[in-house]
């Protein structure tokens, strides 16, 4: 079975550029999620997908982030403009999830973001 | 907000041993808490997943253990190896996953 793809897997950009990540998750894994990962830290949610629908974006910096998963497939996540801040490793993850179920999230190897 | 720590944040022991990871967190209303490993410029592997009913999961070697009303969980080790070297996360899942920031496990040959 083929795992998470992620690219790229590093980016370099200056600050207020624009950048996108892409992810493919697992076949037919109906729910997609995207971590930030700052150095010396825990991953943080910014946005779970169901299928193509939002389930959670609470953390998402909304001003400068933006992420959408057409078709339900793979999932594109945007910043635009960047800030220092943003530099971390960003990953994508996926689970069956059907309605109510609980199970194992597969993640993908992750973007190294740098913001000079 | 759930605020999840790990203790201790660093640890280093001879092969063989056997160790003992520790989590906590602050609401116990969760569905599940999962133990994932990162290994250095990797994303994370699910070492374990126990649900909010059970007490406890056993993987080979690895043993995790959830008492959601202490909001605790403990991860334990047997015989390590030096291929256990890496950065152990625990996550407990209510309304979403929130990740602790880690052990950096280490062991010696």
Known sequence: EAGVAQSPRYKIIEKRQSVAFWCNPISGHATLYWYQQILGQGPKLLIQFQNNGVVDDSQLPKDRFSAERLKGVDSTLKIQPAKLEDSAVYLCASSLRLAGATDTQYFGPGTRLTVL | ?109
């Open chain 2, 1 to 109: 907000k759930q605020e999840v720590t790990q203790i201790p944040a660093a640890l280093s022991v001879p092969e063989g041993e056997n160790l003992v990871l520790n989590c906590s967190f602050t609401d116990s209303a969760i569905y599940n808490l999962q133990w994932f490993r990162q290994d250095p410029g990797k994303g994370l592997t699910s070492l374990l997943l126990i649900q909010s009913s059970q007490r406890e999961q056993t993987s080979g070697r690895l043993n995790a253990s959830l008492d959601k009303s202490s909001g605790r969980s403990t991860l334990y080790i047997a015989a390590s190896q030096p291929g256990d070297s890496a950065t152990y996360l625990c996550a407990p899942e209510g309304n979403q996953f929130y990740f602790g920031t880690g052990t950096s496990l280490t062991v010696i040959p």
